[in-house]
């Protein structure tokens, strides 16, 4: 029995986890769980299982000693945003194993926290299902190096879509992915590929890979969830019907594999596809190229304006297409730093929020 403290239990990965816990009651156990807005649905859901510590960040809260209490085996991360990385840095301190769906923890903090991870001797375990693909494909070969990383990508609800197409996106358009239900950042990310941008990243931190050692492909059918090739030429990629119960399942219980009754994937009539994204049309590809290509602070400073252009456009404040505009403004503002501490990771990320808005107040 898995001892789980879940954050951000009131959100899209939160709900699949209540799922999975509640249809395998033998396996997984929450102990501690999380809330922000959303916080008096999690007071009810914690009564049906049975929580006994709940945390409110939308309040003044101490996190340390809220996972003191909860006393679990594995912390499962599935907060939004830049704000779960101090999340992400008190449970390795505290020794306890990070399941990560919190993506953004590792792009702006991944040289820190894979420290802390090393030092500490406790794992990161990744949770993004293309991620999770790449642990498992890894693990089939533990002791050889990888030559390439393929990162799929399901190309979003407008893959195929003109740059003149782009201009007359509405909120409920960008939000309908044709795979994933997922919630609203992480649904907007996918449909600029801002979303592959940060994994890219994350990949980068989590496998040790350079840039040139991934490569992201479109693919449309979100079935292959990630690649990787060995100096053999041999490639492994790690198949399954798009649920992130899966992804969750395995980081919360690995290296156990079991049946959690998830659906099975059939292939009678099964087409796979693989396509080269278009960098034109998705500018956030260019500007990926970009920041791979300096590192330090860029990876920070694009999810920073990120963040700001998807919460305006959210807002109805900008449109879909400036959300590209915002990116490229505060990259090209950006000049070299080296966030060699947290105080400068948090200062970084906070001065490019300021210049993303200044951006967005100009258009
Ligand atoms: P949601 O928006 O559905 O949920 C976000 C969660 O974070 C909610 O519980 C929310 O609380 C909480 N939260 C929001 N702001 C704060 C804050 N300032 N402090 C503390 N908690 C906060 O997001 P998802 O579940 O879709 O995604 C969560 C993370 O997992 C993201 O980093 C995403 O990139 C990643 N991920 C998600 C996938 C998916 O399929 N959904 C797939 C792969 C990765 P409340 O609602 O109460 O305000
Ligand atoms: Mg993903």
Redesign the pocket.
């Known amino acids: 029995m898995k001892k789980i403290c879940l954050?951000?239990?009131?959100?899209?990965?939160?709900k699949s986890t209540f799922e999975l816990v509640k249809k395998n009651p033998d396996k997984f156990k929450i102990v501690g769980a999380?809330?922000?807005?959303?916080?008096p649905e999690?007071e009810i859901i914690a009564q049906e299982f049975n929580i006994p510590h709940l945390l409110n960040?939308k309040e003044s809260f101490d996190y340390a000693d809220f996972l003191k209490k909860c006393e679990p085996d594995i912390v499962l991360n599935?907060?939004?945003?830049f704000?779960?990385l101090k999340f992400s840095i008190e449970t390795l301190q505290q020794k306890i194993p990070l399941a990560l769906?919190?993506?953004?923890s590792l792009v702006a903090g991944g040289k820190l926290l894979m420290q802390l991870s090393q030092e500490n001797k406790t794992p990161i375990l990744p949770?993004?299902?293309e991620h999770s693909a790449i642990f498992q494909c890894l693990n089939t070969s533990p002791h050889t190096d990888f030559k390439k990383i393929i990162l799929t990508c399901s190309g979003g609800p407008f893959w195929g879509k003109t740059k003149k197409n782009l201009e007359k996106i509405t909120i409920a358009q960008a939000l309908k992915h044709p795979n994933?239900s997922?919630?609203?950042?992480?649904s907007i990310?996918s449909a600029t590929l801002a979303?592959k941008c940060l994994e890219f990243f994350e990949a980068m931190h989590l496998f040790g890979a350079s840039k040139n050692q991934i490569q992201i492909v479109i693919h449309r059918e979100s079935i292959v969830h990630s690649m990787v090739e060995f100096p053999d030429s041999s490639i492994i990629a790690q198949l399954s019907p798009p649920t992130?119960k899966l992804p969750i399942a395995l980081a919360l219980n690995f290296p156990k594999r079991e049946n959690y009754n998830l659906p099975r994937q059939i292939f009678s009539n099964l087409d796979l596809s693989f396509r080269t994204p278009d960098k034109k049309v998705f500018r956030t590809l260019e500007l990926l190229e970009i920041c791979t290509e300096q590192m330090q602070n860029f990876p920070i400073v694009f999810n920073a304006a990120n963040e700001i252009a998807v919460e305006n456009f959210l807002n109805e404040k900008i449109l879909f297409s400036q959300i590209f505009d915002v990116l490229e403004q505060t990259i090209h503002e950006t000049k070299l730093e080296n966030p060699d501490s947290l105080e400068k990771i948090l200062e970084i990320d906070k001065n490019a929020r300021v210049l993303a808005q200044k951006f967005i107040r100009k258009l």
Request: no cysteine; proline share 0%.
């Open positions: 954050l951000g239990a009131t959100g899209s990965i939160g999380s809330g922000h807005a959303h916080f999690l960040t599935a907060i939004v945003g704000t779960g769906a919190n993506k953004e949770v993004d299902s994933w997922m919630g609203a950042k992480i990310d979303n992130m």
